[in-house]
């Protein structure tokens, strides 16, 4: 398994204070030669064990059956959503899980690969929320750009920083996908991924907060009921 050998450059470590960053700012070309061999060591092993047939089988096209916005952050991958993710994930990723940032991404995954799923996901101790919700002014251009489109109060307590961003980021879908979600051909989640338990649910939780626009619990779970319908009669209708 890979060694975490490059956790003191965790994205969110390197924005929310500059003392925080100034640790390890610029990394070190040792750690990268060493962590390089690494993962040609791990990938030998992915490939070795998956066999040929698997691959090729891959080569013939992705239908990914969810298009996923999730942030850049080192401690949130796809071995926590799915065990095989390989042509089943269409995995988008920037800072703070933002559509803003990435919606052609966003617009080939549900219009082109035909996923069935929008799932959002936000995640405890984000580094992007706390910077957008304080001063950072003094950061590199490019990046101030990407927490721009990031709305969130000033001073907001972390996870409440992180829920009211996914929310933002389910109501940006909504408003882009109201027809196929009206249909039932699309289902839009925001999700939080906890690893810090901040929402009391359990440490490492995917906790769904947002479920097309419906944030309480009961709509939310009104919503995947009639999309759980809306599967049945096309299926029915298909056959």
Same mark, same amino acid.
């Given at each position: 398994?890979? +060694?975490?050998?490059?956790?003191? *450059?965790?994205?969110?470590?390197? *924005?929310?204070?500059?003392?925080? #960053?100034?640790?390890?700012?610029?990394?070190?070309?040792?750690? @990268?030669?060493?962590?390089? &061999?690494?993962?040609?060591?791990?990938?030998?092993?992915?490939?070795?064990?998956?066999?040929? @047939?698997?691959?090729?089988? *891959?080569?013939?096209?992705?239908?990914?059956?969810?298009?996923?916005?999730?942030?850049?952050?080192?401690?949130?991958?796809?071995?926590?959503?799915?065990?095989?993710?390989?042509?089943? $994930?269409?995995?988008?990723?920037?800072?703070?899980?933002?559509? #803003?940032?990435?919606?052609?991404?966003?617009?080939?995954?549900?219009?082109?690969?035909?996923?069935?799923?929008? $799932?959002?996901?936000?995640?405890?101790?984000?580094?992007?929320?706390?910077?957008?919700?304080?001063?950072?002014?003094?950061?590199?251009?490019?990046?101030?750009?990407? *927490?721009?489109?990031?709305?969130?109060?000033?001073?907001? #307590?972390?996870?409440?920083?992180?829920?009211?961003?996914?929310?933002?980021?389910?109501?940006?879908?909504?408003?882009?996908?109201?027809?196929?979600?009206?249909?039932?051909?699309?289902?839009?989640?925001?999700?939080?991924?906890?690893?810090?338990?901040?929402?009391?649910?359990? #440490?490492? &939780?995917?906790? $769904?907060?947002?479920?097309?626009?419906?944030?309480?619990?009961?709509?939310?779970?009104?919503?995947?009921?009639? &999309?759980?319908?809306?599967?049945? +009669?096309? @299926?029915? &209708?298909?056959?």
């Amino acid at each position: 398994m890979i +060694k975490k050998k490059l956790v003191s *450059l965790l994205f969110a470590a390197t *924005l929310v204070t500059p003392f925080m #960053a100034s640790a390890h700012e610029h990394g070190e070309a040792g750690i @990268a030669r060493s962590f390089i &061999k690494e993962i040609q060591a791990v990938e030998s092993s992915y490939a070795s064990v998956h066999g040929a @047939a698997f691959f090729q089988e *891959l080569s013939k096209g992705q239908h990914p059956r969810a298009t996923v916005v999730t942030c850049s952050d080192s401690r949130v991958h796809t071995n926590m959503l799915d065990q095989s993710p390989e042509g089943d $994930l269409f995995m988008i990723r920037d800072i703070g899980n933002q559509i #803003a940032t990435a919606r052609g991404s966003v617009e080939y995954g549900i219009n082109h690969l035909g996923s069935s799923l929008l $799932l959002i996901i936000g995640h405890s101790k984000c580094g992007a929320i706390a910077a957008a919700s304080n001063d950072y002014s003094s950061l590199e251009p490019a990046i101030k750009k990407e *927490l721009d489109t990031i709305k969130v109060d000033k001073g907001v #307590a972390s996870i409440d920083g992180v829920k009211t961003n996914v929310n933002n980021q389910v109501a940006d879908a909504m408003n882009e996908y109201a027809e196929a979600v009206k249909e039932g051909h699309l289902l839009i989640i925001g999700a939080v991924y906890d690893f810090a338990d901040d929402m009391k649910q359990g #440490a490492g &939780k995917l906790n $769904l907060i947002n479920v097309n626009g419906q944030t309480d619990a009961g709509k939310m779970q009104s919503e995947l009921v009639r &999309k759980d319908i809306a599967d049945e +009669k096309d @299926a029915v &209708k298909h056959h």
